[in-house]
């Protein structure tokens, strides 16, 4: 049976790998009360980040997608560092922040970006230059509802998705174009790691309907039932243990063994 001890142990491990030599020293006000640091490495860098079924990778995108969703900037600046520490494209932590602006909105996508380039200038790590989106906006419709459908197959069209809705209608096309048409097409990720990045911003953000259709969606693509899991799980020590139960439980029937 595992002990706090290991688990502290272990939690201080993981510390290092994420940021290095300031995982040795303090690196927040609360570092200094009593005992909290201990309660951290145990349960969210012991616990949490020394599950297995998800790559360390992943884990950090669903990280970025929950503090950035949730405009978490101090904390998402540190965890930006970690993601580059351990090797994560400074692209690929961009497509995250522009990823979860479908769902929180692009406002919180613009300071996240923010947060991010002063950690990128901070490294002196260029992103790189990218060619124009010119794609047209019929050419956008067709690639986000074959996108789409491809997700949700036969929930694709239902509740405010449902094609002719005279109210949801004014907007919802937008969210094909731009949503499914353009952002899940951008280079820097996966779709895989797309969804799972989807997943865990719905869990931050409290959407449970949204959590249980990407659910479904992302194991219509081939991620793992565990994968779904840990996607949710990893999101619990940054915005909130009962918001991250709640999206399990909604995911219950996803997440249920064949």
Not at 74 to 94: C, E, H, K, P, W
Not at 192 to 210: G, H, K, M, W
Request: proline fraction near 4%; charge should be neutral; include cysteine.
């Amino acid at each position: 049976m595992t002990t706090r001890k290991e688990l502290r142990q272990r939690g201080e491990a993981m510390r290092a790998t994420l940021f290095g030599a300031e995982a040795a020293t303090a690196t927040a006000n609360s570092d200094a009360v009593p005992n909290f640091r201990d309660l951290m490495s145990e349960t969210e860098f012991g616990l949490v980040w020394g599950r297995p079924g998800l790559s360390l990778m992943d884990r950090m995108a669903c990280t970025l997608a929950a503090l950035a969703s949730l405009q978490r900037q101090t904390t998402l600046r540190r965890y930006v560092a970690a993601a580059l520490n351990i090797g994560m494209d400074a692209l690929a932590i961009q497509e995250v922040i522009i990823q979860i602006g479908i769902y929180a909105g692009f406002t919180a996508s613009e300071e996240a970006l923010d947060t991010a380039a002063a950690v990128f200038n901070q490294r002196g790590v260029s992103v790189g230059k990218q060619l124009p989106r010119d794609d047209s906006l019929d050419e956008l419709m067709t690639r986000g509802n074959d996108l789409l459908k491809a997700l949700h197959r036969e929930g694709g069209d239902k509740g405010y998705a449902a094609p002719g809705n005279p109210v949801t209608g004014a907007l919802y096309p937008v969210a094909i174009q731009y949503g499914y048409g353009e952002i899940w097409f951008r280079p820097g990720l996966t779709q895989r790691q797309r969804v799972l990045v989807s997943v865990a911003s719905f869990t931050a953000l409290r959407l449970e309907a949204q959590t249980r259709k990407f659910g479904q969606a992302a194991v219509n693509l081939g991620v793992t039932r565990a994968e779904v899991l840990e996607a949710v799980i990893q999101t619990a020590p940054f915005s909130g243990f009962a918001p991250a139960l709640n999206a399990l439980a909604v995911l219950s029937d996803v997440l249920k063994p064949d």
